[in-house]
């Protein structure tokens, strides 16, 4: 199909002059032609090619080169005007050719001919024709511009993985599409190629929708993607390597992001973030995400760039953005975008977002549960505020404040979880610590949902069922069913909740529990860890018992106050001056829970064995009593590497 002298065309046109002229006209010629762009968005392209240019003469219409060719004139002349580049890649805007020719005719002259009465002359001559290019392009709607994916797995209600996209051209013809999942690290998880049968006509408006699988592993089936955000990008190709297009920025890339934590009792953040490119962004911002993948808040940022190869990143900071965080534990994430500053690369003129990168913050929640039988109430009322107590500030580190050679320093000790939630059966509060008189059911509910688990309660059949109120159970597994079923008759199962039943889509159902506590006490034998061991294998990253007869009170209380105040706390370590046998320098570290466990354990048998009687002593010692731990944790800060003498005499640690 010809388009003459304007219109809209696409990718792989020729430009051809042709002329239509009399019998006398001879030796047309193009002088040269220009190729312009008309744009405001960037610098303009522009070619320009010098002649001659000869073309071919023809004594017909040339019907092979035009499907339309001028009429009126016997003689024709057609110039290919050789483009030096593939026009799929023009941009989608006006380009305007214009040529500039000359040809020959007769003065009409008497002989004799002379220099000054030539036989011919030259005629010049300048036609100009303007085209707008529609190549093959592809963009979201508008309900998926600037969309995250969300994905739960547990809770499809709440994902959210279609994509709107269109797909464009002045050419209608199939197209192959290729549709990326990526992670907001940047690792792809999941494409998908549409090719052969599956390619999609252009123009036209599609929706995909993910299924959550990861195919990006082997084997590739069946995986799916962990419950979080995703972001996507889609490329669509036409007929030939250069009749392409895609989403995401060619230029544009987040590379560093940091969110630094809120000072205690404020939800106010302050991010960074590194943009690379060779200009400065458009746009860039963050979008704030609470556990749920439900959008909390969202800030613009800073646009600088850091350049290809420079020694150091320019960061742009959020210097404040509030999220509101108040009934939601678990991770929220902060989602960095950015949307660069390149038309001029775009066939579209369009600025393009770049993929999304994401950095979390976690806001901790704790489960305290005992049990409201009369005869131990009050002694599970004070173990579990005191494990409470203990709990609401975890050391992340220690900072001495002082320098050079002074001989006292400040030490301040920060917490972690100041701002952290408790799960009171029903959902998560600041006020109180413990739940007392909790069901079967509350409990579990709080397992599932919590970093930091405790309980303190009766138990049967050797451990492997807990007691709590309402006449309602936990059970390790379904290996006590005939004991319900003779108490209960065969409509037990709303009164039992069973560990080994628990379940979820893609991961652990108990992934999320950093530490479970748990103290079962029952008759004077030893007492099975079944109930740990299956906490451990549903996730759990760290289980510590202590089982065995009757715990005594008093055991109990100091158990547990030690063993948390070690979790938490840490512990000041003792190290000899090496250049100094007798100098004795301290320092503070953070203890993982198997190491509080012992120090604990360690801690309460001394002061028992000090200020006891034997009745205590003899059930602490005897070996009814056990604590074990399964798995190992640290609920702060882990240490990073031993001090050297030198740094220690640096700052002695009180």
Excluded at 384 to 395: L, M, R, S, T
Excluded at 558 to 576: L, N, R
Aim: glycine share 8%; charged share 20%; aromatic share 10%.
């Amino acid at each position: 199909m010809c388009v003459k002298n304007s219109g809209t065309v696409a990718g792989g046109v020729q430009f051809h002059l042709i002329a239509n002229y009399p019998q006398g006209v001879s030796g047309f010629t193009v002088d040269s032609f220009d190729i312009q762009e008309v744009t405001d968005a960037h610098q303009p392209w522009h070619y320009h090619q010098d002649g001659p240019l000869s073309g071919t003469p023809y004594n017909y219409p040339p019907y092979d080169i035009c499907s339309s060719p001028p009429t009126g004139n016997p003689l024709w002349f057609v110039c290919p005007l050789n483009v030096p580049i593939m026009t799929f890649s023009f941009h989608n805007t006006t380009y305007t050719i214009t040529a500039n020719y000359h040809y020959t005719v007769p003065t009409g002259n008497p002989p004799p001919w002379s220099p000054t009465n030539p036989q011919f002359t030259q005629v010049p001559g300048t036609v100009s024709a303007s085209f707008t290019f529609d190549n093959l392009i592809v963009q979201p709607d508008e309900n998926t511009v600037g969309k995250i994916l969300k994905w739960d797995p547990d809770n499809p209600s709440k994902s959210d993985t279609t994509l709107g996209y269109i797909i464009s051209s002045a050419q209608k013809k199939k197209c192959r599409l290729v549709i990326s999942i990526y992670n907001l690290n940047g690792g792809l998880v999941y494409q998908r190629i549409l090719d052969d049968n599956e390619r999609q006509l252009c123009p036209g408006n599609y929706t995909f929708t993910w299924d959550g699988t990861n195919n990006q592993l082997f084997p590739p089936t069946p995986n799916y993607a962990p419950k979080g955000l995703y972001t996507f990008d889609i490329k669509v190709e036409g007929v030939c390597p250069y009749d392409t297009d895609h989403i995401r920025s060619d230029a544009l890339s987040i590379s560093q992001v940091k969110v630094l934590k809120p000072e205690a009792g404020t939800n106010t953040y302050e991010l960074k973030y590194v943009l690379s490119d060779t200009k400065q962004a458009s746009q860039a911002g963050v979008i704030v995400f609470d556990p749920n993948l439900e959008k909390k808040a969202d800030a613009p940022g800073g646009t600088k760039n850091t350049p290809p190869g420079a020694q150091e990143p320019v960061w742009n900071e959020i210097k404040s953005i509030s999220a509101d965080i108040a009934d939601i534990t678990g991770d929220y994430s902060f989602v960095f975008w950015g949307i660069d500053d390149h038309p001029e690369i775009d066939k579209a003129h369009r600025k393009r977002p770049t993929l999304e990168m994401l950095a979390n913050d976690s806001l901790g929640a704790s489960a305290n549960f005992g049990t409201s039988s009369p005869d131990v109430i009050a002694t599970t009322l004070q173990a579990i505020d005191d494990a409470g107590d203990e709990q609401e500030a975890v050391y992340l580190q220690v900072e001495v404040l002082g320098q050079g050679n002074a001989t006292k320093y400040d030490v301040r000790r920060q917490g972690k979880y100041t701002d952290w939630k408790w799960w009171n059966g029903s959902g998560f509060q600041k006020e109180r610590k413990v739940k007392i008189g909790a069901t079967a059911q509350e409990v579990i509910k709080g397992l599932k949902r919590v970093d930091v688990f405790s309980w303190l309660t009766h138990a049967i059949e050797d451990g492997r069922i807990a007691l709590w109120d309402g006449d309602t159970f936990i059970a390790a597994d379904h290996s006590t069913d005939d004991w319900f079923q003779s108490k209960f008759g065969s409509n037990f199962q709303d009164r039992v909740v069973y560990i080994s039943d628990l379940s979820s889509f893609f991961k652990p159902p108990l992934s999320k529990l950093k530490c479970a506590f748990i103290i079962n006490c029952s008759s004077d034998r030893p007492l099975s860890t079944v109930m740990a061991e299956i906490i451990k294998e549903k996730g759990a990253q760290f289980v510590g018992t202590l089982v065995g007869g009757k715990v005594r009170e008093i055991v109990a209380l100091k158990f547990i106050d030690w063993f948390w105040h070690y979790a938490t706390k840490g512990k000041i370590k003792e190290i000899k001056d090496g250049s100094n046998p007798n100098t004795v320098r301290r320092r503070w570290e953070m203890c993982s829970l198997v190491e509080a466990m012992d120090l604990a354990w360690g801690k309460a048998k001394k002061e028992i064995e000090e200020n006891e009687d034997e009745r205590i002593r003899n059930v602490l010692f005897g070996s009814r009593l056990e604590p074990k731990p399964l798995g190992n944790a640290y609920l702060g800060r882990p240490p990073l590497r031993a001090w050297s003498d030198e740094e220690l005499k640096k700052v002695p640690l009180p």
